[in-house]
Nanobody, 118 residues
Framework: QVQLEESGGGLVQPGASLRLSCAGS????????MGWYGQAPGKKRELVAA???????YYANSWKGRVTISRENSENTVYLQMNNLKPEDTAVYYC????????????WGQGTLVTVSS
């Protein structure tokens, strides 16, 4: 079993930056790809970025250039650095772990809310 816990969400102004963190525990996290999904109000949950234990990464086209995903394997932690945030980025962001770089969704965290508003 894998447990994931996100932190770092909050209310920020447009143009601000935010770093989300996800701490994993349980089975060896090194075997999983880790990802961040965003779910805006009334919309489906979509993959923002994902990373493997080797450092291989995937970024959704709409997020390229504004987010950076990183991972600290020794601490079972994955981060999402978000820059130049826009009001339309307001969403609940979920950490996930799975066996696919492009669809890591076998385990989920509870989510952390990011609100971008002036």
């Amino acid at each position: 079993q894998v447990q994931l816990e996100e932190s770092g969400g909050g209310l920020v102004q447009p143009g601000a930056s935010l770093r989300l963190s996800c701490a994993g525990s349980g089975r060896s996290m090194g075997t999983f790809y880790m990802g961040w999904y965003g779910q805006a109000p009334g919309k489906k949950r979509e993959l923002v970025a994902a990373i493997g234990a080797s450092g291989v990464t995937y970024y959704a086209n709409s997020w390229k250039g504004r987010v950076t995903i990183s991972r600290e394997n020794s601490e079972n932690t994955v981060y999402l650095q978000m820059n130049n945030l826009k009001p339309e980025d307001t969403a609940v962001y979920y950490c996930a772990a799975g066996l696919s770089l492009l669809n890591p969704r076998d385990y989920w965290g509870q989510g952390t809310l990011v609100t971008v508003s002036s």
